[in-house]
């Protein structure tokens, strides 16, 4: 069964860091997001990515974050001067169509990120 | 804009039923259901489309209510499987916003 994957699994990183987080989405779907989840909290939304382009976005995904489809099959999530705060679990999602109201979204494992 | 869950938390034994509940402020056209196991990412487990359609999973359904803005998940004779916490996801402006989830913990 085809299943969305991220690496790495964790990324320990200095405050202050750039770190690159990486997806390889479902290899039909074509809406990709990209949510976080801070230990115990709930899973907020990022970020939805369409047709190389950034489809919505939250109010957390300040000026910091940035997406990228580099390749046909990578979905990157970069954050370019890493806060404390920043620590949370990192998923990954894709769907085959629509912009997630209609379709269900693929989760990734996740990618754990602790800022030191 | 996020869905409200209720309850918070709730504890079973093996076998009881019981009812998580979510609403929204705003205008809804689907709700989507998922389990999220400690340590492990979300599974989709329905979507309720407006106008009756659902896709769902077979132990467990959930009924939504257009005109109160409301979906509630019901999981009957629950086993130690299903704990976990429960989220409800609406897109009423587009993209999924999740509700603060459910922590169910189901008890032998």
Known sequence: ?116 | QQPVQSPQAVILREGEDAVINCSSSKALYSVHWYRQKHGEAPVFLMILLKGGEQKGHEKISASFNEKKQQSSLYLTASQLSYSGTYFCGTAPDGDMRFGAGTRLTVKP
């Open chain 1, 1 to 116: 069964e085809p299943e969305v994957t991220q690496t790495p699994s964790h990324q320990v990183t200095q405050m202050g860091q750039e770190v690159i987080l990486r997806c390889v989405p479902i290899s039909n779907h074509l809406y990709f997001y990209w949510y976080r989840q801070i230990l115990g909290q709930k899973v907020e939304f990022l970020v939805s990515f369409y047709n190389n382009e950034i489809s919505e976005k939250s109010e957390i995904f300040d000026d910091q974050f940035s997406v990228e489809r580099p390749d046909g099959s990578n979905f990157t999530l970069k954050i370019r001067s890493t806060k404390l705060e920043d620590s949370a679990m990192y998923f990954c999602a894709s769907s085959e169509l629509g912009r997630g109201s209609y379709n269900e979204q693929f989760f990734g494992p996740g990618t754990r990120l602790t800022v030191l």
